[in-house]
Structures are given as C-alpha cells and as structure tokens.
C-alpha cells in the first residue's frame, strides 16, 4: 500500500540533493519517465512488490533499466531499493513532479464538463479563481456528460462544484427537507 508520508519524504531528499548539484530537470526528466514506465508495465509492478525476489537481484535489474538516467536518479534508486522501499518508487517520483510544480509556482488543475472546453472558455474559468495563476497552470479538460452543464474545477486539494447535476441534487436535498 502506497505511503504518502514516506513518499514525501524520499522525494524531498531527492530534490533537495538534486538542487545542491543543480541537476533538478535531469532529475525531473528522470521521474516523469520513471512514472511512464511503471504506470505501463504490469511486469515492473509485480516486480517492486515481490518479496521473493533478492534486494540483489532487484538492484541490478533496476540499474540496467534505468542506465539511460542521470547518475543521481540512479543512485537515489538504489537506496529506495537498498531500504526495501521499492514499493513506494511511483508515490516517490509523483511527489517529486509535485514539489518541482510547487517550487515553480506551477498549478495543476483539472476542469470536468459536459463537453470539451475551447482554450477561451477555459481562461474565463480559470480567471473567475483568484486561488490561480493562468500563467502557470497546465489545464486537463475531462468529459462527463453526466454533470449535464457547467463545469468542476479541482485545484490541489480543493473543488469547485459548479455543475448542473450538483445544482439539481441541492435542489432535491432542499425539496426533500421541506416538510408541507
């Protein structure tokens, strides 16, 4: 089971050693293709989570995967390894991806609506939160017909519930509550 905690952690001592040797986007690169790779290979899954195979073993499997990365990613992974912390590998470099995007400033939303959004329409939306920068923030625009108009914006931890299904179950919630 995925730990954020320890994941966290991993990554900010990854980062931080990453910014003391100024290899921050080598080290950047190296975690977004970590993610592709494992998020696409059921294999590479199976095999950070079996305990069958020697710590050894996985390690230089691991270092002939990964010899096209920088010498820092590579180190730094076999001591995710040498700890017995494999598992945590993915939760690791998504943290990392995510202290980068806070170290820039860069914000992350995403906005469902009904229909695919025009670059114009998005900006709008964008603007009307003060809580983002348009500048520097990447937009994932996901279809669910189901919320039949208006739009969800997530941003971090936060939502914004602005579609038509909401507004009609608040509706019926008030409706229901009312007593005649």
């Known amino acids: 089971m995925p730990n954020v905690r320890v994941a966290r952690r991993y990554a ?10 100024k290899e921050e986007s080598a080290v950047v690169a190296d975690m977004q293709s970590l ?3 494992i998020k696409e290979s059921r294999e590479l899954q199976l095999f950070l989570k079996s305990p069958i195979i ?13 010899k096209s990365f920088s010498q820092t990613s590579q180190h730094f992974i076999t001591i995710v390894f040498r700890h017995h912390r494999e598992i945590e590998l993915l939760g690791i470099a998504n943290q990392v991806l995510h202290i980068y995007d806070d170290y820039n400033g860069i914000q992350r939303v995403s906005i469902v609506s ?10 709008g939306i964008l603007t009307t939160n003060s809580h983002i920068n348009a500048q520097k923030a990447i937009v994932k625009n996901a279809v669910d017909e189901t919320i039949i108009g208006g739009y969800i914006l997530r941003v971090g ?4 519930d602005a579609s038509v299904k909401n507004k009609l179950n ?3 919630k008030k409706l229901e509550e009312k007593v005649f």
Do not use: H, R
């Not at 020697?54 to 990964?66: L, P």
């Not at 009904?114 to 900006?123: E, F, G, N, R, T």
């Open 54 to 66: 020697e710590t050894k073993k996985k390690i230089q499997i691991a270092c002939e995967m990964f």
């Open 12 to 21: 900010e001592g990854l980062w931080g050693y990453a910014q003391s040797v």
């Open 114 to 123: 009904a229909i695919p959004l025009d670059k114009d329409i998005i900006s």
């Open 35 to 37: 993610l592709k790779i």
């Open 157 to 160: 931890d936060e939502q914004v």
């Open 170 to 172: 608040n509706i019926k």
